[in-house]
């Protein structure tokens, strides 16, 4: 297993991305400011299937990563 900084997470690529790494059982840390250049909702419904595995990680800024193995850092991207 290796882990992976996948940026723009919520997005088109990075959310496949992001599911194809933890398919292969690979840690994923994403980052993604849910910005609202479009629908902030389609974000955070792109987040929820990658929030429910174990080894994901969500931060909205890199300096905000301090990583403890197998927790996720955010599990609930609507508390932003
Ligand atoms: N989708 C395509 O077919 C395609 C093709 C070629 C190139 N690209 C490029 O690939 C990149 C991703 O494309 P996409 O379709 O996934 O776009 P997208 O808009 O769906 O995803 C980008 C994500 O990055 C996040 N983001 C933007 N600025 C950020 C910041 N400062 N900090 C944290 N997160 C930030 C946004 O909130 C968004 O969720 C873009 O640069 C795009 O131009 C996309």
């Given at each position: 297993m290796k882990r992976y900084l996948v940026t723009g997470v919520a997005g088109f690529i990075g959310a496949n991305v992001a599911a194809a790494l933890l398919r292969a059982g690979h840690e994923v840390v994403g980052v993604d400011n849910i910005n609202d250049y479009y629908d902030p909702l389609l974000k955070h419904y792109r987040l929820r299937p990658l929030l429910a595995e174990s080894i994901f990680h969500l931060s909205k800024?890199?300096?905000?990563m301090r990583l403890p193995r197998k927790r996720c850092l955010q599990t609930d991207p609507f508390m932003w």
């Open positions: 800024r890199i300096w905000l």
